[in-house]
């Protein structure tokens, strides 16, 4: 069975004509969340269809099935984690289709047990009356429709609402094609929810924690912030004054023969990587291999990672080889990688083999950041949100100025802060007077 296009590996093992298929994991990643099976139990599946989709820290997609058969068994359920080597279905295969897959498989000989001594017949109890027993209704509502067998197919965003709405899914009564549920279903769910009367009166100001499991993304994201714990950092703040970078993006935009809407982020980007070339330890990581005797590996390409606030959680895809690329290059990308991230459609490839990191919290609303370093990088940019200020011009009189907060974090085993300063100082110059940048293009 394929389980992940491309860079995902596969085992199968066939028992006379089931296959049971788990899964195996690309380096870094060690386990995944299914969001939906497009198959239930006793489906017919053709080969090359979609199983289900998955989501892990790096990406969304879909795991087809390599084999045309039954499926058997579902050992996992949606939103349930599937950590690598574990069983993800069973299915039952034409004796003989698969031959190169497994030899055949060795009969079993089972060992002849002497029958045991009879003893006197037992007088069976006598059956006890048992009460049906129905779960408490939820804030007093009840969802008495029948379940259908596809219940548990919605997509990413409708799952979204139901976790908003805490609406378990098997309670909606789905209206889609195989009885998919939809964002109407449950929109009629929560409308007849709130309009049930409450039987259990709850005290005012009251509130039921209850235990959400982390997701990929954020499973992730806690693992490298915690290992980021054990790299001493240092911050380094400065301010820039972009009036002239602001004007050249007006002057791209208003151009009426090819308007060009290039953020304030592209420039930045590019400068980092100009001056990445003077000061390339930046661009380095550290490897522990032997703790005893660690070293550095110079990295020669600039793959500049861009934080973004997706639909499910930080992401930092990253743009590859900055240095080769063009400021419109550089914007094209980042608005391709946005998009995908929207679409939950960004690949592994997207996001792996970073070297530095710029987030730009200026699109949210902060003005100063104190940005982490991301394990096997050296640093990170933090940029804040731009404000106009007055300011002194070189002949000495007051001008309106667009000031924008520069925040590095550097990882202190490796970096100094004079270093650090340098390289803070280079992007400033570049960002500062633009036009340096084409004096420093190849």
Request: net charge negative.
């Amino acid at each position: 069975m394929t389980v992940f296009p491309q860079s995902f590996g596969h085992d199968t093992y066939i028992y006379p004509s089931l296959s049971i298929v788990y899964i195996t994991f690309p380096t870094g990643i060690t386990e995944v969340q299914i969001i939906q099976w497009y198959v239930e139990e006793g489906a017919y599946i053709e080969e090359w269809k979609p199983l289900c989709q998955y989501q892990s820290d790096k990406a969304v997609d879909d795991i087809t099935s390599r084999y045309e058969g039954v499926v058997k068994k579902l050992h996992f359920q949606a939103d349930d984690t599937v950590p690598t080597g574990k069983a993800l279905c069973d299915i039952e295969v034409e004796n003989g289709k698969y031959p190169d897959d497994n030899p055949p498989p060795v009969p079993k000989t089972e060992p002849i047990e002497p029958a045991p001594a009879r003893s006197p017949p037992l007088e069976a109890p006598s059956p006890q009356p048992t009460q049906a027993t129905t779960p408490a209704p939820v804030n007093g509502f009840t969802n008495n429709k029948p379940r259908s067998p596809h219940a548990t197919l919605a997509t990413p965003a409708v799952r979204g609402m139901l976790k908003i709405h805490n609406v378990n899914i098997e309670d909606v009564q789905g209206t889609g094609k195989d009885g998919r549920v939809l964002k109407e279903d449950v929109q009629r769910f929560i409308a007849e929810r709130d309009q049930a009367p409450s039987t259990q009166p709850t005290a005012p100001g009251m509130q039921e924690e209850t235990a959400v499991k982390l997701t990929p993304i954020q499973s992730q994201m806690f693992k490298n912030m915690t290992n980021s714990l054990s790299i001493p950092q240092f911050l380094y703040a400065d301010e820039l004054n972009v009036n002239n970078v602001m004007a050249i993006r007006k002057k791209l935009a208003n151009d009426p023969k090819d308007p060009q809407k290039i953020s304030l982020l592209s420039f930045v980007i590019k400068a980092m990587s100009l001056a990445l070339n003077d000061y390339p330890l930046l661009n380095a990581k550290i490897d522990t291999t032997d703790p005893a005797k660690p070293q550095l590996i110079m990295r020669a390409k600039h793959n500049i990672g861009v934080a973004m606030d997706t639909p499910q959680g930080l992401l930092v895809p990253n743009i590859k080889d900055v240095a080769d690329r063009s400021i419109l290059d550089i914007a094209a990308e980042i608005l391709r990688l946005n998009a995908l991230a929207k679409e939950r459609k960004l690949t592994p490839a997207d996001l792996s083999g970073g070297t530095i990191t710029a987030s730009n919290i200026g699109n949210i609303g902060g003005t100063y950041v104190a940005p982490v370093v991301i394990p096997n990088e050296m640093a990170i940019l933090g940029i804040g949100k731009s404000r106009t200020v007055p300011i002194f011009d070189d002949a000495g009189q007051v001008t309106k100025g667009e000031l924008v907060n520069f925040s590095w974090s550097a990882d202190h085993r490796v970096v100094d802060g004079a270093t650090m300063a340098r390289m803070a100082n280079r992007v400033r110059e570049l960002v500062e007077s633009p036009e340096q940048m084409l004096l420093n293009l190849r």
